[in-house]
């Protein structure tokens, strides 16, 4: 069967520092990864995502980024954290060649508190 | 205007109520999909859905692709019914979501 990993599952940290969440998949192959944030008393608002290893679309920009070194592996990277990054990150995968139009499957989710 | 809207935002109903949650689009989707968010965050898909009506359990999402809305049904709630429900629509290459509603159901 299919799991999503996702961590930390909560993390601090200060304003300027840098930033890494950790994705992986597992029980499937070539996942359509997302990254995902909803910052507090926000809805959804999806940042990243990804139909293959390299390819990253991103749709809101912002101080963060994201990689897919590897087919089941999607990180979300910032170098220097701003106070707005603050709120609860989500991984999500599906499949299918239409990246919005099959289920989507979540982790998680780390909680961001940016200080 | 979002393109997204949720009704109502918060919802209290007592056990065995039937529920209904409403979402309105205002764009031209390829799906559109019912999300479940629990108290400590954790999401789960409750269906995805491009026409007519799914059925799964006591829940059951309904869409009319022309009037643009789709519906949520709980069927006989129960309390651990209780969360966020997300109303999220696919365009081409995006997803837009809705601002979701706070279902409490009371014993």
């Known amino acids: 069967s299919q799991t999503i990993h996702q961590w930390p599952a909560t993390l601090v940290q200060p304003v300027g520092s840098p930033l890494s969440l950790e994705c992986t998949v597992e029980g499937t192959s070539n996942p359509n990864l997302y990254w995902y944030r909803q910052a507090a008393g926000r809805g959804l608002q999806l940042l990243f995502y990804s139909v293959g290893i390299g390819q990253i679309s991103s749709e809101v920009p912002q101080n963060l980024s994201a990689s897919r070194p590897q087919d089941r592996q999607f990180i979300l990277s910032s170098k220097k954290l701003l106070l707005s990054d603050s709120g609860f990150y989500l991984c999500?995968?599906?499949?299918?060649?239409?990246?919005?139009?099959?289920?989507?499957?979540f982790g998680n989710g780390t909680r961001l508190t940016v200080t | 205007k979002n393109e997204v809207e949720q009704s109502p935002q918060n919802l209290t109903a007592q056990e065995g109520e039937f529920i209904t949650i409403n979402c309105s689009y205002s764009v031209g989707i390829s799906a559109l999909h019912w999300l479940q968010q629990h108290p400590g965050g954790g999401i789960v898909s409750l269906f995805m859905?491009?026409?007519g009506k799914k059925k799964h359990g006591r829940l059951i999402a309904t869409i009319n692709i022309q009037e643009k809305h789709s519906s949520l049904h709980i069927t006989a709630s129960h309390p651990r019914d209780s969360a966020v429900y997300i109303c999220?629509?696919?365009?081409?290459?995006?997803?837009?979501f809705g601002a979701g509603t706070r279902l409490t159901v009371k014993p």
């Open positions: 999500a995968w599906s499949v299918g060649t239409a990246s919005f139009n099959s289920p989507l499957h």
């Open positions: 859905l491009s026409s």
């Open positions: 999220a629509v696919a365009l081409n290459n995006d997803m837009r």
